[in-house]
């Protein structure tokens, strides 16, 4: 805990979402529109973040932000996996949200379409950045679940991957998981299921760790934060902090 606090320090202060302007910019990579967060001339590590089923909301852009200018200074890539169709929150909340959200699931965020692109990305990034010597993938909610499955794939081409307020959270997918993982659950994740997957992670000596914010909401570090709240907002930067940590110990 003493070393994420430490982390806290270094880190960018944290603005609230109606007042944040985003520090990088928008560029294709092989045929995806993709927001690269505050790029460093010559890169030695990078994150491919995946966002939530909400797509480009202030909050995770300046989650990305926060990765990409705390130290070590990685390049931090947010593709946008649904092609300008990202779920519509107002859908979410209504009567119809659960038919709806059912039908994005099979569709835009189908899963399997999803690792196919991811890695078509991190093709086109390896180009694009040549001097980065390792990735990390790192993700929220839906794109949490996406993250795990994408680098238990020994072949991903990640060397470490983490997961915030992850959905359809599943202890299988740690069984003999390939490289180092972070996984932060949130108060609404399945008690059991997180405490399972946090023996097994925080019992690992590759710099793997598990915890649960068991005050913080499902969406706490993304879409779904007020950062006008200083509660969440202290949460919000707590978490990142924690992701700042884990890629500074793995990646480098």
């Known amino acids: 805990m003493d070393k994420v606090c430490e982390a806290c320090k270094t880190l960018p202060p944290i603005v609230d979402q109606?007042?944040?302007?985003?520090?990088?910019?928008?560029?294709d990579v092989n045929g995806f529109n993709c927001y690269i967060a505050a790029p460093q001339p010559t890169p030695e590590?990078?994150?491919?973040?995946?966002?939530?089923i909400f797509g480009y909301f202030k909050q995770t852009l300046q989650g990305a932000d926060i990765l990409a200018l705390t130290d070590p200074g990685h390049v931090v890539v947010m593709p946008d996996f649904f092609f300008g169709k990202p779920m519509d929150v107002e859908l979410?909340?209504?009567?119809?949200?659960?038919?709806?959200?059912?039908?994005?699931f099979q569709n835009e965020a189908?899963?399997?379409?999803?690792?196919t692109n991811a890695l078509k990305v991190l093709d086109g990034l390896k180009e694009k950045f040549p001097t980065v010597k390792k990735w990390g993938?790192?993700?929220?909610?839906?794109?949490g679940k996406a993250s795990t499955v994408i680098s238990k794939d020994a072949t991903s081409g990640f060397a470490a991957s983490a997961q915030a307020h992850p959905a359809m959270l599943d202890p299988k997918d740690f069984a003999d998981f390939p490289i180092p993982h972070l996984c932060l659950s949130s108060m609404h994740e399945d008690k059991g299921d997180a405490e399972e997957i946090n023996n097994i992670l925080n019992n690992r000596n590759d710099g793997s760790h598990g915890k649960i914010y068991p005050n913080d909401i499902h969406g706490w570090m993304g879409a779904r934060s007020n950062l006008k709240n200083e509660a969440?907002?202290?949460?919000?930067?707590?978490?990142y902090a924690e992701v700042v940590e884990f890629f500074k110990k793995t990646l480098g």
């Open 18 to 27: 109606d007042s944040y302007n985003e520090k990088g910019g928008y560029e």
């Open 45 to 52: 590590t990078g994150i491919l973040f995946v966002y939530d």
């Open 92 to 104: 979410f909340e209504s009567p119809e949200g659960k038919e709806a959200l059912g039908s994005f």
């Open 110 to 115: 189908n899963m399997d379409k999803t690792k």
């Open 137 to 143: 993938i790192f993700g929220l909610c839906w794109g």
């Open 232 to 239: 969440e907002r202290q949460s919000y930067e707590s978490g």
